[in-house]
């Protein structure tokens, strides 16, 4: 019994340094990610955000990148998840009031390239799906944020608990969008508005590829938790059931038009019913292309 005792012990030894040598890799290695500069864009947008549309800077915002669903509902900050194992992940202040020392190119950088006014990388940030964005909706985008009402409420610190560490080192959750983004790429050409599929797929490289895949194979989402859903195939040319009519059904009631499920989170339902005719119908046109 004694010599059982004794190797168990020693296993459980081996374990524990196993788990601090783990832990302290991780926290090494996220905190070399954190304190990372990247060199700041100069997209010199000022002159387009004086003169972008109010109404297209608000649809990107409020609707087809659905800013809400983490920035919270008047765009003052939102907690994203708060719990010992995870850490405290609060989406900040964007409002005017957060941005008042900001330049319409910080506020930019920080949509389309993940970083921060001092260049270091911005947290569960999506810049990953928002870096195709054309320079005039980009440039909408921040002169809408210029303009919602001010709210004076600071935003949380980032605190990465050990769990976020370790998934964030081992590579299972993607934390910092700006570590896959190309900063020298130029602005994306941006298609005219319309029921095209080169519109469609434009919408849906900004507002589906964060879940779907950039194929749109769906599956499991990156740094989900487990009790999401793997995201659905979004490839309905494969699918005869999937017809415009039945696309636009499930769009506007949150409900599949197939077999009547309810869809799950983290689909943003409520964004998704004030798409417009136009975005809906040019999404479907896109997706019924992949086969």
Aim: with cysteine.
């Amino acid at each position: 019994m004694g010599k059982l005792l004794r190797i168990a012990a020693g296993l459980f030894g081996v374990l524990a340094v196993a788990a601090l040598a783990a832990f302290l890799w991780a926290h090494w290695r996220t905190g070399e990610a954190l304190a990372r500069r990247y060199p700041k864009p100069q997209l010199q947008l000022a002159d387009a955000v004086a003169n972008a549309p109010p109404e297209l800077g608000r649809r990107i915002v409020l609707v087809r990148n659905g800013c809400t669903d983490c920035h919270g509902a008047d765009l003052s900050g939102a907690v994203i998840v708060e719990n010992a194992f995870i850490g405290s992940v609060r989406a900040p202040n964007i409002t005017p009031a957060a941005l008042r020392d900001w330049t319409d190119d910080d506020i930019a950088a920080a949509i389309r390239n993940g970083i921060g006014r001092d260049g270091r990388p911005l947290a569960i940030m999506p810049s990953h799906e928002y870096h195709n964005l054309g320079r005039q909706d980009l440039a909408a985008a921040v002169a809408y944020l210029r303009s919602v009402p001010p709210v004076e409420r600071a935003s949380a610190p980032l605190v990465l608990g050990p769990g976020a560490k370790l998934l964030y080192a081992s590579g299972r959750l993607p934390l910092f969008a700006a570590e896959r983004i190309d900063h020298s790429a130029t602005f994306a050409d941006k298609p005219a508005e319309g029921r095209s599929v080169e519109f469609g797929r434009y919408l849906a490289a900004g507002a589906c590829s964060g879940c779907h895949g950039s194929e749109f194979r769906g599956g499991p989402i990156p740094g989900a938790p487990p009790d999401w859903a793997p995201a659905s195939s979004l490839r309905l040319g494969a699918d005869a059931r999937w017809t415009e009519q039945a696309f636009v059904s499930t769009m506007r009631t949150g409900r599949s038009a197939i077999d009547g499920h309810a869809l799950r989170t983290p689909m943003p339902v409520a964004a998704l019913g004030r798409l417009n005719e136009v975005e809906i119908s040019a999404l479907w046109l896109y997706f019924a292309t992949l086969r």
